[in-house]
């Protein structure tokens, strides 16, 4: 299954019941069309919530990302400047890598 796994390493509270969390994702070698799910590291000292309001990621090894909040999955998309999906393909240029993200959520 192909997914990105988080580790949290700061949660900074905002107005009211919210935070920003602030990490890195670790990509599997895999991307399935349509997106890979989101989990949170095993045991986690800082988990992510369930619901986020916002979820950027930070550009590397020639993708880009967009999260879908309706299914909880990010979308990988290549650095051709077609902003075309990165489709099924094993992207192992990010396999293990610690790519940067910010989130806003309860």
Request: aromatic share 10%.
């Amino acid at each position: 299954m192909a997914k990105v796994t988080a580790s949290v390493k700061y949660r900074l509270p905002l107005e009211g019941t919210r935070y920003l969390y602030v990490g890195t994702l670790a990509n599997d070698a895999s991307y399935a069309a349509g997106g890979q799910t989101l989990e949170n590291e095993a045991n986690p000292r800082i988990a992510l919530p369930a619901t986020l309001d916002k979820f950027d990621v930070e550009p590397k090894g020639g993708y880009s990302w967009e999260w879908l909040p309706a299914t909880g999955k990010l979308k990988a998309y290549d650095g051709s400047g077609a902003n075309k999906e990165a489709g099924a393909v094993n992207i192992t240029t990010l396999a293990g890598s610690a790519i940067p993200f910010t989130a806003i959520g309860p």
